[in-house]
């Protein structure tokens, strides 16, 4: 097999073709990429050499260098997607074979083809971060529109046939080895999996690895930092406050006992209460029916506060007043003592565009508050307390399932509370 990459434009500024050639097979197809005439030898690219030592040209040279590098590395990726493709292809390898692979959108089979068709398909269906999510993995297999990823350059495959547990195993490895979270890999690879569904019902043909994409695949504990129900009292009798504090814990408070997103709840005005009742439609769920939360004392005595409305904003834009909030109750709770060690999980960018690795680290509670604890304290809080499907109807969770991940489930159970309820709902035996 003998691949190779020619030009034959006498422009100063070309595109690039590339051929194959077995036997008496000889293929080739214009491709998208383009360079300087002069710069392409043999089928690699050529660096410019340096003709002076001044900083401007130094600075020059490097950077038509570094277009090179880019331009040879989606060389070196499309020539193994080719590769890739001839190798489990039974079919004739011609020209149109090869243009096939080399312009995705003119070919039904290819991997892109489909997740792009996956995606237009569930744009609609779909909330905004779950669209974020299927976006983010096309970054994570493709690279974007101007870098080639490590993983890209690696592991590359075009046709949706060439998603086996081998290159599964390869995408596992990768992510694992730069440090995404365990749920985003399960999250990638099960998305991968209803990507490669979706083709199938497309017609298109798929490995029968499919069905063993899920295997060894487990959900950790995630370690989430939530207020008890003593430290939200303690929050609540604060009184050493500077008057934005005030206002943040007034927030806080009330997050805490309503299980709503910060960037909701800032917005929320008296108008949505009715009685004892907050009525409030979830942004990140806006096709969901509107929940239904009852407003505990505590939370009517802090309304009463600022005249039966919410706490007024810390900024007049709504943006900055989240950033505000997220500063400030990290000083309320440091003012509360919550200085405890917990264990949690942080992000941090490593040397590759576009990665983050997770890493358990120990900090002082009131140092990893952030405006996502009201929701979290309130589920943990409640579970075990309420039916679950109760506590559901206020988060907003729509299965057991990532409510149950959402909590911190270590908490203690009221066995005896239980056993009451389960002989009131229960028991047909009489009391007498």
Sequence with gaps: MAISYFIQSKKDYAPIW??????????????????ERDRLVKGNTVSYRRTDGSPEHKVAIDKKNDALNIVQDKLDSLKREVQNAINITDGIIDSQFIKNIVHPTENVNLLSTN?????????????????????????LLFGSKDEVNKFQKENVTLLVLGVDLNFRDKLLKYM????????????YIRTLKAILKYAKKRKVKISDDIDYFKDDLKAKKTLYVYLNIDEIKTVYNLSNLTPQEDIARDWLVISCNT?????????????DIKGNILTVQQTKNSKSKPLTIPLIPEVRDILKKYNGNF????????????????????DVCRKAGFNEYVEVLTNQRNNIKGDSVSKVVSKK??????????RRSFA???YGKYPSAYIMKITGHKTESNFLKYIDKDIEFDTDKMYQMMVNALSFKSNN
């Design 115 to 139: 997740i792009d068709a996956f995606i237009d398909y569930k744009k609609t269906l779909v909330t905004r971060n779950t669209y974020k999510s299927y976006i983010s993995l096309k970054r």
């Design 380 to 382: 943990t809080n409640s």
């Design 365 to 374: 509670k009131w140092e990893v508050v952030s405006s996502h604890i009201g």
């Design 176 to 187: 694992n080895e730069n440090g995404y979270a365990n749920n985003t890999i399960i999250l």
């Design 18 to 35: 590339i051929r194959y050639r077995e036997g008496k097979t000889d293929a080739k197809c214009r491709t998208r990429i383009s360079v």
């Design 259 to 271: 299980a709503q997103r910060v960037g909701d709840l800032l917005l929320y005005d008296k108008k």
């Design 311 to 330: 706490p007024p904003q810390l900024n007049p834009n709504p943006k900055v007043s989240y950033v505000y909030y997220n500063s400030l109750i990290k």
